[in-house]
């Protein structure tokens, strides 16, 4: 049975960055806030995680599966710019372990700009089971291409299974992530929707987030009135095996991510949250 951080978050899903120019920390960020945003450097949200079986599985219960921490870590300076850190992590636990007898410990690290919230770089840790695999992206906006490097881990010696290039990509690629806080910033209201260029590896699709209502949420952490949206891939399938995945952001003037959805073709991820830092 195979639950990944892919499908935790968007499935939650998931992408990584490497290269010989490795962001330098900043001693003292130039600001906390990014200009009118409504998260700040610091932000740290988790939430439980949880699996829904399939309707052929029916006499399986919904199931504890781990927790997922999204964190904007901090800023940074990548390419001699100014940029910004987030980072991501999903680990399983529970009754779902114990059931699959796999277990999930996986770290993900993006690097953005923080005007556009166009992804620069991603670095992937995945730790699943006996696979162990580290994948690295580079998004190159000027000569519009990415570089993908990917090792399994699970061997001995490690093994490369690739290193290449992909040519013809949009300007602006946005992670999972960076898509998340940059939908954020956006004025929310009934109806309206708005197209992006996400990516994921080595695959970039063209996303539309449709905003469906506004509804009242309820998580660990207390109620949310909150407004769901609903993403949906425009030049196919963004999620591996299809699936679609819906968030639902707090209707006050942070647009916290309160409760996600993730449809898959083996049942339903969800999350909730259950703790806000600061």
Same mark, same amino acid.
């Given at each position: 049975?195979?639950?990944?951080?892919?499908?935790?978050?968007?499935?939650?899903?998931?992408?990584?960055?490497?290269?010989?120019?490795?962001?330098?920390?900043?001693?003292?960020?130039?600001?906390?806030?990014?200009?009118?945003?409504?998260?700040?450097?610091?932000?740290?949200?988790?939430?439980?995680?949880?699996?829904?079986?399939?309707?052929?599985?029916?006499?399986?219960?919904?199931?504890?599966?781990?927790?997922?921490?999204?964190?904007?870590?901090?800023?940074?300076?990548?390419?001699?710019?100014?940029? $910004? @850190?987030? *980072?991501?992590?999903?680990?399983?636990?529970?009754?779902? =372990?114990?059931?699959?007898?796999? %277990?999930? +410990?996986?770290?993900?690290?993006?690097?953005?700009?923080?005007?556009?919230?166009?992804?620069?770089?991603?670095?992937?840790?995945?730790?699943?089971?006996?696979?162990?695999?580290?994948?690295?992206?580079?998004?190159?906006?000027?000569?519009?291409?990415?570089?993908?490097?990917?090792?399994?881990?699970?061997?001995?010696?490690?093994?490369?299974?690739?290193?290449?290039?992909?040519?013809?990509?949009?300007?602006?690629?946005?992670?999972?992530?960076?898509?998340?806080?940059?939908?954020?910033?956006?004025?929310?209201?009934?109806?309206?929707?708005?197209?992006?260029?996400?990516?994921?590896?080595?695959? $970039? @699709?063209? *996303?539309?987030?449709?905003?469906?209502?506004?509804?009242? =949420?309820?998580?660990?952490?207390? %109620?949310? +009135?909150?407004?769901?949206?609903?993403?949906?891939?425009?030049?196919?399938?963004?999620?591996?095996?299809?699936?679609?995945?819906?968030?639902?952001?707090?209707?006050?003037?942070?647009?916290?991510?309160?409760?996600?959805?993730?449809?898959?073709?083996?049942?339903?991820?969800?999350?909730?949250?259950?703790?806000?830092?600061?």
């Amino acid at each position: 049975m195979k639950v990944r951080a892919k499908l935790l978050i968007v499935l939650l899903s998931a992408p990584f960055f490497s290269g010989s120019t490795a962001p330098a920390p900043v001693p003292r960020p130039s600001a906390n806030k990014f200009d009118s945003s409504p998260f700040a450097v610091g932000e740290k949200l988790v939430y439980a995680v949880e699996w829904n079986p399939p309707w052929y599985l029916f006499f399986l219960p919904t199931m504890d599966a781990g927790e997922a921490e999204l964190s904007l870590a901090g800023e940074t300076v990548y390419g001699g710019k100014r940029a $910004v @850190k987030i *980072i991501f992590q999903a680990r399983s636990s529970g009754t779902l =372990v114990k059931l699959s007898g796999v %277990k999930i +410990d996986d770290h993900f690290e993006f690097i953005t700009d923080p005007e556009t919230f166009c992804t620069c770089a991603v670095k992937k840790k995945l730790r699943e089971g006996k696979r162990k695999r580290d994948i690295d992206v580079v998004y190159d906006r000027q000569q519009r291409r990415l570089h993908i490097r990917e090792t399994d881990l699970g061997v001995s010696p490690p093994k490369l299974k690739r290193d290449e290039f992909v040519k013809d990509i949009p300007e602006c690629v946005r992670d999972l992530f960076s898509a998340l806080y940059n939908a954020r910033r956006r004025d929310l209201s009934m109806g309206d929707s708005h197209r992006s260029m996400v990516g994921d590896n080595d695959r $970039v @699709k063209e *996303i539309e987030t449709q905003v469906e209502k506004r509804e009242t =949420v309820e998580t660990p952490k207390g %109620k949310y +009135d909150a407004w769901k949206l609903n993403t949906v891939s425009i030049l196919g399938g963004l999620f591996k095996d299809g699936g679609q995945f819906k968030i639902w952001l707090s209707a006050d003037e942070r647009k916290i991510p309160v409760q996600f959805e993730a449809k898959v073709s083996l049942g339903k991820v969800s999350g909730k949250l259950k703790e806000v830092q600061p």
